[in-house]
């Protein structure tokens, strides 16, 4: 039997105006954007739509519809707390008017055996489209606080239908940041044989986008892989953890009401 996989999901996602902030200039103080999100990026936002320790979310492809522009603007940075706060203005380049069409998927997560009990595909899938339906859980972001974000939920002939600013076109973006390997869902290396705590590490890869579409690899595929430091995070306890059969009893209920 084959991995688990589940059927695919599609939504919109747009916002007046994003950050996905290439590592480059985050020592500064100023910022700028990488032109496209990344995949950590999308996986994030998702993850704020619907995402329980039980599933990992997987993003297959996103569809860039708008035209890539920027604009700079003026952010003043505060120092200190109180009355007697300084501060020094730092330039920070956005992404303007952004429209992506994303496809993904979810998966079990391996490291979660404990969390069996809650891979039930029909619920997660009933519960991943009715928040989709209703913007996300949480509040969306692109790429930082600042930048709204807008999710609307798609059908695959929708998704399908629409066209991208960049059709006919291969646009090639080079080596960029892909994602994260967190310890709670892929099985990192320690930093030193006396730790106990698992390496968080970063992925990069070339990123091309062919017909307005950028197709991402699998974390495990990426071309590089760093180590950064230990992750100190602590996964859920099953207790902690609200199982997808009781959330899908209180949608039920919702319902009937």
Not at 49 to 78: A, R
Request: proline share 4%; hydrophobic share 30%; charged share 25%.
């Amino acid at each position: 039997m084959g991995k688990f996989k589940s059927k695919p999901f599609y939504y919109l996602l747009s916002g007046d105006y994003a950050l996905f902030t290439s590592p480059i200039t985050k020592g500064g103080g100023e910022k700028y954007t990488y032109p496209v999100p990344t995949y950590q990026a999308i996986k994030g936002i998702t993850e704020q739509i619907y995402w329980k320790p039980s599933i990992v979310i997987c993003i297959d492809e996103i569809k860039v519809l708008n035209q890539i522009s920027t604009q700079s603007k003026g952010v003043l940075l505060l120092y200190g707390r109180g009355s007697k706060n300084s501060g020094d203005r730092s330039k920070y380049t956005y992404l303007k008017d952004v429209q992506y069409a994303v496809k993904y998927h979810f998966e079990w997560n391996g490291l979660r055996d404990d969390l069996v009990n809650d891979r039930n595909e029909q619920k997660h899938s009933e519960i991943m489209a009715r928040s989709l339906k209703k913007g996300g859980r949480k509040d969306i972001f692109l790429g930082v606080r600042e930048c709204l974000g807008y999710v609307k939920m798609l059908n695959q002939e929708e998704y399908d239908n629409l066209s991208s600013y960049y059709q006919d076109v291969v646009m090639p973006f080079g080596l960029m940041f892909h994602s994260f390997n967190y310890p709670t869902e892929v099985a990192t290396p320690k930093l030193k044989n006396t730790s106990k705590y698992q390496i968080l590490q970063s992925n990069f890869t070339e990123i091309v986008m062919e017909n307005g579409v950028i197709r991402f690899c699998r974390p495990s595929e990426c071309t590089i892989t760093m180590n950064l430091s230990e992750f100190k995070g602590k996964p859920l306890t099953v207790e902690q953890i609200k199982t997808v059969d009781d959330e899908y009893a209180e949608i039920l209920a919702e319902s009937q009401v």
